[in-house]
Protein backbone atom coordinates (compact mmCIF):
# COMPACT_ATOMS: atom_id res chain seq x y z
CA UNK A 1 0.00 0.00 0.00
CA UNK A 2 1.21 3.59 -0.51
CA UNK A 3 2.69 5.21 2.23
CA UNK A 4 4.84 8.31 2.80
CA UNK A 5 6.76 8.38 5.58
CA UNK A 6 8.41 11.76 6.90
CA UNK A 7 11.22 12.40 8.59
CA UNK A 8 13.86 15.26 9.54
CA UNK A 9 11.82 17.56 11.67
CA UNK A 10 12.49 19.34 15.44
CA UNK A 11 13.77 22.02 17.08
CA UNK A 12 15.45 24.75 14.92
CA UNK A 13 16.34 27.90 15.91
CA UNK A 14 15.46 31.27 13.68
CA UNK A 15 17.56 31.92 10.83
CA UNK A 16 18.82 28.30 10.48
CA UNK A 17 18.48 25.61 8.15
CA UNK A 18 16.56 21.87 8.34
CA UNK A 19 16.15 19.32 6.04
CA UNK A 20 13.08 17.10 5.71
CA UNK A 21 12.67 13.98 4.05
CA UNK A 22 9.72 12.03 2.64
CA UNK A 23 10.90 8.20 1.80
CA UNK A 24 7.94 6.81 -0.19
CA UNK A 25 6.79 3.54 -1.00
CA UNK A 26 3.84 1.12 -2.85
CA UNK A 27 3.99 3.00 -5.68
CA UNK A 28 5.75 4.10 -8.34
CA UNK A 29 7.21 7.30 -7.12
CA UNK A 30 8.87 8.83 -10.49
CA UNK A 31 5.16 8.69 -12.27
CA UNK A 32 3.93 10.85 -9.72
CA UNK A 33 4.40 15.18 -8.75
CA UNK A 34 4.63 15.77 -4.94
CA UNK A 35 3.87 18.39 -2.51
CA UNK A 36 4.68 19.66 0.99
CA UNK A 37 1.42 21.13 3.09
CA UNK A 38 1.91 22.39 6.59
CA UNK A 39 -0.41 22.80 9.09
CA UNK A 40 -0.76 25.13 12.54
CA UNK A 41 -3.62 25.49 14.50
CA UNK A 42 -3.97 29.31 13.44
CA UNK A 43 -3.40 29.16 10.01
CA UNK A 44 -5.41 25.84 8.88
CA UNK A 45 -3.93 23.74 6.15
CA UNK A 46 -1.30 25.84 3.98
CA UNK A 47 0.45 24.11 0.62
CA UNK A 48 3.88 24.87 0.50
CA UNK A 49 5.10 23.81 -2.92
CA UNK A 50 4.85 21.28 -5.76
CA UNK A 51 7.87 19.46 -7.27
CA UNK A 52 6.82 17.44 -11.43
CA UNK A 53 7.42 13.96 -11.13
CA UNK A 54 10.62 14.19 -13.35
CA UNK A 55 12.06 17.16 -10.93
CA UNK A 56 11.99 19.66 -13.68
CA UNK A 57 9.95 21.90 -12.64
CA UNK A 58 8.84 23.10 -9.03
CA UNK A 59 6.49 25.71 -7.60
CA UNK A 60 6.58 27.50 -4.31
CA UNK A 61 3.96 29.55 -2.19
CA UNK A 62 4.97 33.26 -1.98
CA UNK A 63 6.16 33.22 1.76
CA UNK A 64 8.53 30.27 1.38
CA UNK A 65 10.12 31.47 -1.84
CA UNK A 66 13.74 32.14 -1.82
CA UNK A 67 14.12 30.33 1.58
CA UNK A 68 12.48 26.78 0.82
CA UNK A 69 13.90 24.47 -1.82
CA UNK A 70 11.55 21.15 -2.56
CA UNK A 71 13.81 18.61 -4.79
CA UNK A 72 13.62 14.96 -5.01
CA UNK A 73 15.69 11.69 -5.82
CA UNK A 74 13.33 9.15 -7.87
CA UNK A 75 16.41 6.44 -7.41
CA UNK A 76 15.86 6.45 -3.61
CA UNK A 77 11.91 7.14 -3.78
CA UNK A 78 12.08 10.02 -1.67
CA UNK A 79 11.11 13.94 -1.53
CA UNK A 80 12.57 16.85 -0.07
CA UNK A 81 12.33 20.16 1.64
CA UNK A 82 15.43 21.89 2.25
CA UNK A 83 14.22 25.05 4.69
CA UNK A 84 16.43 28.08 5.07
CA UNK A 85 16.53 31.12 7.27
CA UNK A 86 13.17 29.74 9.00
CA UNK A 87 11.17 32.02 11.10
CA UNK A 88 8.54 31.39 13.79
CA UNK A 89 5.42 31.52 11.15
CA UNK A 90 7.21 28.29 10.18
CA UNK A 91 6.29 26.12 12.86
CA UNK A 92 3.96 23.61 11.56
CA UNK A 93 3.09 20.08 11.32
CA UNK A 94 4.29 19.59 7.80
CA UNK A 95 2.99 16.86 5.32
CA UNK A 96 4.05 15.12 1.92
CA UNK A 97 1.24 14.51 -0.02
CA UNK A 98 1.02 12.63 -3.55
CA UNK A 99 -0.40 14.13 -6.46
CA UNK A 100 -3.86 13.04 -7.89
CA UNK A 101 -2.66 12.56 -11.23
CA UNK A 102 -2.04 15.23 -14.72
CA UNK A 103 -3.85 16.67 -16.88
CA UNK A 104 -2.54 18.63 -19.56
CA UNK A 105 1.35 18.07 -18.91
CA UNK A 106 0.47 19.64 -15.30
CA UNK A 107 -0.51 18.32 -12.04
CA UNK A 108 -3.89 17.74 -10.69
CA UNK A 109 -3.17 19.56 -7.40
CA UNK A 110 -5.82 17.00 -5.43
CA UNK A 111 -3.99 15.21 -2.69
CA UNK A 112 -4.46 11.69 -2.41
CA UNK A 113 -2.10 10.21 -0.17
CA UNK A 114 -0.52 12.08 3.05
CA UNK A 115 2.28 11.33 5.24
CA UNK A 116 1.87 11.36 8.57
CA UNK A 117 2.95 15.08 9.31
CA UNK A 118 6.04 15.82 10.98
CA UNK A 119 6.71 18.63 13.55
CA UNK A 120 9.02 21.75 12.95
CA UNK A 121 9.64 24.17 15.56
CA UNK A 122 10.69 27.16 14.99
CA UNK A 123 12.17 28.97 18.61
CA UNK A 124 15.03 29.85 19.97
CA UNK B 1 -5.05 34.27 -3.68
CA UNK B 2 -8.47 32.99 -3.94
CA UNK B 3 -9.71 32.58 -0.33
CA UNK B 4 -12.20 30.14 0.86
CA UNK B 5 -14.43 31.04 3.49
CA UNK B 6 -15.85 27.67 4.85
CA UNK B 7 -19.05 27.93 7.44
CA UNK B 8 -20.20 27.17 10.32
CA UNK B 9 -17.04 26.86 12.05
CA UNK B 10 -18.37 24.54 14.11
CA UNK B 11 -21.57 21.64 13.70
CA UNK B 12 -23.21 20.34 16.22
CA UNK B 13 -25.34 17.04 15.28
CA UNK B 14 -26.40 13.79 16.56
CA UNK B 15 -25.65 10.27 14.64
CA UNK B 16 -27.92 9.35 11.82
CA UNK B 17 -28.38 13.48 11.01
CA UNK B 18 -27.37 15.09 8.16
CA UNK B 19 -25.10 17.67 7.45
CA UNK B 20 -24.43 20.78 5.55
CA UNK B 21 -20.88 22.59 5.19
CA UNK B 22 -20.41 25.32 2.89
CA UNK B 23 -16.93 27.00 1.31
CA UNK B 24 -17.51 30.16 -0.16
CA UNK B 25 -14.49 31.58 -2.43
CA UNK B 26 -13.41 34.72 -2.94
CA UNK B 27 -13.59 34.65 -7.14
CA UNK B 28 -15.22 31.67 -8.92
CA UNK B 29 -13.26 28.57 -9.11
CA UNK B 30 -15.34 27.27 -12.12
CA UNK B 31 -16.09 23.05 -10.61
CA UNK B 32 -12.17 22.66 -9.55
CA UNK B 33 -12.92 22.43 -5.66
CA UNK B 34 -12.13 19.52 -3.26
CA UNK B 35 -13.13 18.60 -0.43
CA UNK B 36 -10.86 16.59 2.26
CA UNK B 37 -11.76 15.39 5.66
CA UNK B 38 -9.71 15.19 8.58
CA UNK B 39 -9.86 13.53 11.70
CA UNK B 40 -7.92 14.09 15.28
CA UNK B 41 -4.31 13.11 14.65
CA UNK B 42 -4.54 12.00 10.95
CA UNK B 43 -3.66 14.07 7.52
CA UNK B 44 -6.44 14.87 5.79
CA UNK B 45 -8.47 12.03 3.57
CA UNK B 46 -9.83 13.50 0.41
CA UNK B 47 -13.95 12.63 -0.15
CA UNK B 48 -14.53 15.16 -3.26
CA UNK B 49 -12.74 16.78 -6.13
CA UNK B 50 -14.20 18.96 -8.35
CA UNK B 51 -17.21 19.68 -6.82
CA UNK B 52 -19.18 16.41 -6.95
CA UNK B 53 -17.00 13.77 -7.94
CA UNK B 54 -16.44 10.95 -4.88
CA UNK B 55 -12.84 10.13 -4.25
CA UNK B 56 -11.87 5.92 -4.24
CA UNK B 57 -13.16 4.34 -1.48
CA UNK B 58 -15.81 7.02 -0.56
CA UNK B 59 -19.19 6.06 0.73
CA UNK B 60 -22.05 7.54 -1.27
CA UNK B 61 -23.60 9.54 2.25
CA UNK B 62 -20.65 12.04 1.18
CA UNK B 63 -21.65 14.54 -1.76
CA UNK B 64 -20.84 18.06 -3.18
CA UNK B 65 -22.36 20.43 -4.87
CA UNK B 66 -21.93 23.78 -6.29
CA UNK B 67 -19.77 25.72 -9.08
CA UNK B 68 -18.82 29.22 -9.11
CA UNK B 69 -17.98 30.53 -5.95
CA UNK B 70 -20.54 28.54 -3.64
CA UNK B 71 -20.30 25.10 -3.01
CA UNK B 72 -21.63 22.23 -0.13
CA UNK B 73 -20.58 18.96 0.84
CA UNK B 74 -23.84 17.05 2.56
CA UNK B 75 -23.39 14.44 4.71
CA UNK B 76 -25.99 12.24 5.05
CA UNK B 77 -27.02 9.90 7.95
CA UNK B 78 -24.20 10.83 9.77
CA UNK B 79 -21.73 8.01 10.99
CA UNK B 80 -19.65 8.05 14.52
CA UNK B 81 -16.91 8.23 12.48
CA UNK B 82 -17.81 11.14 10.11
CA UNK B 83 -17.11 13.67 13.26
CA UNK B 84 -14.41 15.01 11.87
CA UNK B 85 -12.87 18.54 10.39
CA UNK B 86 -13.84 19.27 6.74
CA UNK B 87 -11.63 21.35 4.73
CA UNK B 88 -12.39 22.55 1.31
CA UNK B 89 -9.44 23.09 -1.39
CA UNK B 90 -9.11 25.03 -4.55
CA UNK B 91 -7.11 24.37 -7.76
CA UNK B 92 -8.42 26.72 -9.98
CA UNK B 93 -5.97 29.81 -9.84
CA UNK B 94 -2.71 28.97 -8.29
CA UNK B 95 0.13 28.86 -7.04
CA UNK B 96 -1.05 28.81 -4.72
CA UNK B 97 -3.48 26.24 -4.09
CA UNK B 98 -5.24 27.30 -1.31
CA UNK B 99 -7.92 25.95 1.60
CA UNK B 100 -10.64 26.83 3.61
CA UNK B 101 -10.07 27.30 7.75
CA UNK B 102 -12.27 24.32 8.69
CA UNK B 103 -15.61 23.18 9.88
CA UNK B 104 -15.48 21.25 12.55
CA UNK B 105 -18.63 18.62 12.29
CA UNK B 106 -19.07 18.04 16.66
CA UNK B 107 -21.34 15.27 18.02
CA UNK B 108 -24.16 16.80 19.85
Known amino acids: QVQLVASGGGVVQPERSLRLSCAAS????????MHWVRQTPGKGLEWVAVMWFDGSNAYYTDSVKGRFTISRDNSKNTLFLQMNSVRADDTAVYFC?????????????????WGQGILVTVSS | EIVLTQSPATLSLSPGESATLSCRASQSVSSYLAWYQQRPGQPPRLLIY???IRATGIPARFSGSGSGTDFTLTISSLEPEDFAVYFC??????????FGQGTKLEIK
Open chain 1, 26 to 33: GFNFSDFD
Open chain 1, 97 to 113: ARDFGRSDDQPLLLFDF
Open chain 2, 50 to 52: DAS
Open chain 2, 89 to 98: QQRSSWPPVT
